[in-house]
């Protein structure tokens, strides 16, 4: 029997039953500061959880030498409103991983479309619509827009932007094109770093006819020509090839990007380097540091 033929297991990222976890025995990642307590967002988490409890667990890794304490993984926020509310334990997910890379630097954890199947979740639960429009601090009318967020959105799409801050218009203006320009409109956005409504519009405008859904017409924009369209759609094109070379490299070069990074911050942790660069190399110290700083506070 060759390799091939033998069985894979697949490793679960998680197991398969929720814990109850005292909060004893978890420790974030992060603290959460009074800043990051009177934001909108943590408002909101802290009015859904008094008002319909806690929806989504929070996720926790087992410590390596002792696997009855945990690593926070996601769910700071959650954590301090239940800390706040005098709770001591919560039904946690177990993450097999504790690749905290994953949690804290690549997922928003209440990004748009996350928010939108927590609604979706409560309102499975059976809670009335006005009582969870209240406990978001919306009215009805934008609850419903966020129940519908994705009605007319491909499933492609929806997985690039799952983890960004989305406009409930700009996601409106996505519904106008077909599958496979909101696909494209959705990976220019992802390269883009640009979520905004005037951004989406700009794509909707550059939008050639036969991709846009049956009567769905981009508004014509002041000062604007059909020649300008024309070469926002070529540009737009140009982006999308150029966006697809670059995904082709980009695990190696951010591979080599961390590995200079932490070069770097241990070459900066030497007195006697940094001694040494201010005396002969004192333009690369400011840099050094910048890069050191930059590490640091992304870890």
């Known amino acids: 029997m060759t390799t091939n033929d033998k069985e894979q297991t697949v490793a ?17 990642l992060y603290l959460v500061t009074p800043q990051m307590k009177s934001s909108i967002k943590f408002k909101q ?25 945990y690593t926070l993984l996601d769910g700071h926020l959650r954590f301090e409103v239940l800390k706040d509310q005098e709770q001591t334990q919560a039904r946690c997910l177990v993450s097999t991983d504790d690749e905290a890379f994953t949690y804290n630097k690549r997922i928003n954890r209440l990004a748009t479309i996350q928010e939108h199947k927590m609604i979706l979740r409560a309102l499975s639960l059976g809670v009335p619509e ?21 009605d007319g959105i491909c499933d492609e799409a929806a997985e690039l932007l799952k983890d960004k801050q989305v406009a409930l218009t700009s ?3 996505l519904k106008k094109m077909k599958p496979m320009r909101q696909i494209e409109a959705a990976q220019l956005m992802v390269a883009m770093n640009k979520f905004t409504i005037n951004y989406a ?10 991709l846009l859904v049956s009567a769905a017409t981009p508004k014509k924009i002041k000062g604007i020509s059909r020649e300008q369209l024309d070469l926002m759609e070529r540009e737009s094109a140009n982006l999308e090839r150029e966006v697809r070379l670059v995904e ?31 005396l002969h ?7 050094f540091e910048k890069i050191t700083e930059t590490e640091a506070f992304a870890s």
């Open 130 to 150: 006005p009582r969870l429009a209240s406990a978001l601090n919306i009215n009805i009318r934008t609850l419903k827009q966020k129940r519908q967020l994705l």
């Open 248 to 278: 082709d490299s980009y695990g190696a070069d951010h591979l080599d990007l961390v590995l200079a990074r932490g070069y770097i911050s241990k070459l900066m942790s030497s007195e006697r380097v940094t001694r040494y660069l201010s």
């Open 201 to 210: 519009r700009s794509l909707l405008a550059a939008t050639p006819e036969n």
């Open 171 to 173: 996601f409106q203006i």
């Open 45 to 69: 988490i802290e009015a859904s959880i008094h008002e319909i409890g806690l929806v989504e667990p929070m996720v926790v890794a087992r410590d390596l030498q002792n696997p009855n304490q």
């Open 12 to 28: 679960a990222a998680f197991e398969q039953e929720l814990l109850t976890v005292s909060f004893d025995c978890i420790a974030p």
């Open 281 to 287: 190399h004192e333009e690369f110290l400011p840099a």
